[in-house]
């Protein structure tokens, strides 16, 4: 297993874009309460896709493309009953007797996976996890894979954002809401290029077989027994079925517990359950600020452990934090990364590590310098551990050693969990209180401050905390001018403002005219905007495309606009909405000033 993860933290197109970054290979098998779909990738590339409990099958989606007629279908599943050893895929026995070409075959099964991808983004929660001992290309697809490998191979990208339209498509006209299959295909025009009915998947049989086909007309369908808007009731389970939904769930968890702990008595085995099943569930022992309550934080745990897995992955449905799990050092900085531009605070936790633990946190480290790292041990592991404190990892926790059941396993594993779930809680609560901090200290220092000027200067020094480059642009009519920057020219003291004075005409850049009109902070990829043209080939192009533009309010309009990149570093995490409400308030105090002189102004007069 590679990775774990719930969809209500990481949309599946999230998820997609990672695998593809990473070019992974193996199964991503997600679940919900409508049931279980697949999607197999290879290098990175989607090569299969299994759709909803194999309800939706090829010979259905090329039917409603008019590629073959319902008596096309039926004959060639005839031929395949008849084979019976023999039996050869579906695609494979159309393409023999020529029904189709390959160009057909190859577009119907790239509808299935879109159809695939289509379903999963309707779903309202579910879980992931991706195999990567599983590669399980469905027979349909293993017929040509050498036109798959030229075709789907190279156009993942592609098939997500036509998934996406679909969905985007299916969500304008109404028809997201259909979770029931028609029991007849009807007519429609045949595709062509990239072109996917939106109401395909709401009106295709349940099964290509020729038993199921034969007893469509005689099933009752959920609308006969007032049973097909079941998504549309209220899906809190009664009190009085809660007992019974606790023991399935506690009986789910004592399996998973036993399959990975076979050796395991049973009495420990149902204390352990126990304890998972109210892991996170009661509040940590440590206060949380109530500035917390909104804020989005994130667990990513890098281990080979399946048991401390299991157990934290439990922990993070139970209490809310968002949970990535993975034993590949692969997946950590893109996801760390994904997690950072969701706004989302990730901490990540390093498990015992058989390789060069020391380069992997100096890698992460350098790419994250802000990112708080807790490295797990045992005590036998203390000599290797400790010299990472020089690396910048904030803790080590020590770990009970899961490989070797003794008495004391369960008290051990229970007390090191309670003891790690406070202190991760301790580890966000600090960071918050660190930022609370540096809200109080700029107000603080800010109030002998008499002047724009010396607000804008003194908001620049702030963002230049936290991004290596940084420039005040004072909004003129039609332009803005570089009044002055941080660690813009390479001469002097980098971290002091340096006076600039060039300009150049606002309409060139899209991205600052939507901030000044919409009077919110920019974050994000600089791409495709004037910038590149007009500052980027004064200043040089910063090594990472992120870019924060922070407007100053005063009397109503943006006064300025303060920039940052990274310049020639790694972008760093960064918590835009702290600098923000810096801005705010440095606009109030530009307003105040204001104010203040017009009334010592009127009261000399007077």
Known sequence: MSFTGDLEHLPIVDIIQLLHATRKSGTLTVRSRKGESQLVFKDGFIVSANHLNNSVRIGQVLTKMDAISSEQLQQTLLEQKEAGDNRKPLIATLLENGTINKEVAYKGLENLIEMTVVDILTWDGGTFDLSVDS????????????????????????????????????????????????????????????????????????????????????????????LDNLDELDKVVPDVFQAIKDTEVQNEQLAKIQLLLPDLPEKEALRFTE?????????????????MENQSQALVFFSQDKILTYALTSLCKNSGLHGFTTDDINDLEPIVQQYLEKEIEPILVIDRFPGAIHDLIHKIKSAFPALTIIQLGTASDFSVALPMFQYGIRSILPRPETAQIDN??????????????????????????????????????????TGAPDVSQALLLQ????????????????????????????????????????????????????????????????????????????????????????????????????????????????????????????????????????????????
């Open 408 to 449: 004391d396993f369960v008290d051990e594993i229970i007390q090191f969990l309670s003891t790690f779930y406070a202190y991760i809680f301790y580890c966000f609560c600090q960071k918050n209180s660190q930022n609370l901090n540096k809200v109080n200290a700029f107000i603080t220092g800010m109030r002998n401050l």
């Open 135 to 226: 590669v399980q290309v469905s027979d349909e697809y293993r017929y040509f894979p050498e036109k798959l490998h030229q075709e789907i191979s190279l156009d993942t990208q592609n098939v997500l954002m036509d998934a996406l339209r679909i969905y985007d498509e299916q969500k304008r006209d109404g028809q997201l809401e259909e979770q029931t299959f028609d029991e007849e295909p009807t007519e429609t025009a045949p595709l062509s290029g990239k072109q996917s009915p939106p109401d395909m998947k709401t009106t295709l049989a349940a099964s290509d077989s020729p038993a199921a086909e034969s007893e469509v007309s005689t099933q009752i369908s959920a609308a006969d027994l007032g």
């Open 275 to 291: 304890f998972l099943r109210r892991f996170g569930q009661e509040p940590p022992p440590v206060a949380v600020p109530s500035s």
């Open 463 to 606: 963002v230049g905390e936290y991004f290596p480059r940084s420039i005040t642009f004072v909004i003129g009519k039609g332009e803005v001018v570089a009044e002055r920057g941080v660690g813009i020219l390479h001469e002097g003291d980098m971290r002091k403002p340096t006076s600039l004075q060039f300009r150049f005409p606002l309409e060139t850049s899209e991205l600052m005219t939507q901030v000044i009109k919409t009077e919110q902070f920019f974050f994000g990829m600089c791409e495709n905007d004037g910038l590149h043209d007009e500052l980027f080939k004064l200043i040089g192009a910063p090594k990472d495309d992120r870019i924060l533009l922070l407007p100053m309010k005063s009397n109503g309009r943006v006064i300025t606009l303060t920039y940052g990149d990274f310049g020639e570093e790694e972008a760093a995490p960064i918590q835009v909405d702290i600098l923000a409400i810096l801005a705010h308030q440095a606009g109030l105090i530009v307003e105040n000033s204001f104010f203040q002189k017009q009334l010592e102004k009127k009261q000399k007069s007077s």
